[in-house]
């Protein structure tokens, strides 16, 4: 896959998650073919409301119990994409805000001072990218749905993902698998600070190919 169709389909599929259909904008004359399974789209919104009342209930426990990262910022997205969803039962339910707001000043306040987030690994680019992967789909959803309200709450994530950049433009892997992880985070920094740096890390990655054996 190249970068520019990388970029447009994280975007799309971060809207997807809220039930809605998409188009994406190919790089060449053809033009997508667009078919919304409706059934699959109402099961997966039943299932988040019923996370809803849920991460209501316990996401102050997380933050105070010191949560890691990426169950805050899971949290955060389940919020997020039961506020955005029209087909779910809190569609812009003004009370999932101050909770999204809390996780993401938690979130803000765990992350180091290089970006990078401590889950096991310390200071570990892969590990962050995951956390990362989650806030770019909430920051997505969130501004595809632009509503006045969520601003500021779009402001805080942008500015987590802003402070990882360089650390993941720069850092490393554990796995060979960790490189597309990075590339995810990356294509969805590129949607609130672009720079000719993050493109040409994600090429970086996505031209050293698959790796595959007879295995």
């Given at each position: 896959m190249d970068r520019?169709?990388?970029?447009?389909t994280v975007g799309?599929a971060?809207?997807?998650l809220?039930?809605?259909?998409v188009?994406?904008?190919?790089?060449?004359?053809?033009?997508?073919?667009i078919?919304?399974d409706d059934?699959l789209l109402?099961?997966?919104?039943?299932?988040?409301?019923?996370?809803?009342?849920?991460?209501l209930?316990?996401?102050?426990?997380q933050i105070?119990?010191?949560?890691?990262p990426?169950a805050?910022?899971?949290s955060?997205?389940?919020l997020?994409?039961?506020?955005?969803?029209?087909?779910g039962?809190?569609?812009h339910?003004?009370?999932?805000?101050g909770?999204i707001?809390a996780?993401l000043?938690?979130?803000?306040?765990?992350?180091?001072a290089?970006?990078?987030?401590?889950?096991?690994?310390?200071?570990?680019?892969?590990d962050?990218?995951?956390v990362?992967?989650d806030?770019?789909?909430?920051?997505d959803?969130?501004?595809?749905?632009?509503?006045?309200?969520?601003?500021?709450?779009?402001?805080?994530?942008?500015?987590?993902?802003k402070?990882a950049?360089p650390?993941l433009?720069?850092?490393?892997?554990?796995?060979?698998?960790?490189r597309w992880?990075?590339?995810?985070?990356?294509?969805h920094?590129?949607?609130?600070r672009q720079?000719?740096?993050v493109?040409?890390r994600?090429?970086?990655?996505l031209?050293e190919?698959i790796?595959?054996?007879?295995?």
């Open positions: 520019r169709h990388f970029l447009s799309a971060s809207v997807a809220a039930g809605k259909s188009a994406l904008r190919p790089t060449t004359a053809v033009e997508p073919v078919q919304v059934r109402n099961t997966l919104t039943a299932v988040n409301d019923l996370q809803v009342p849920v991460t209930a316990s996401y102050q426990r105070d119990s010191r949560s890691g990426r805050l910022a899971q955060a997205l389940r997020v994409a039961a506020f955005v969803n029209p087909r039962q809190s569609h339910n003004s009370v999932l805000l909770p707001d996780l000043d938690a979130l803000a306040e765990q992350q180091n290089s970006g990078l987030y401590d889950i096991g690994n310390l200071d570990s680019p892969p962050t990218a995951f990362i992967s806030l770019g789909i909430g920051y959803l969130l501004r595809a749905d632009d509503q006045t309200n969520t601003a500021a709450i779009r402001e805080k994530y942008a500015a987590i993902m402070k950049t650390a433009v720069t850092g490393g892997v554990h796995t060979p698998n960790h992880e990075i590339c995810k985070a990356l294509a920094i590129h949607h609130v720079g000719r740096d493109l040409a994600i090429d970086e990655w031209g190919g790796d595959q054996d007879e295995e």
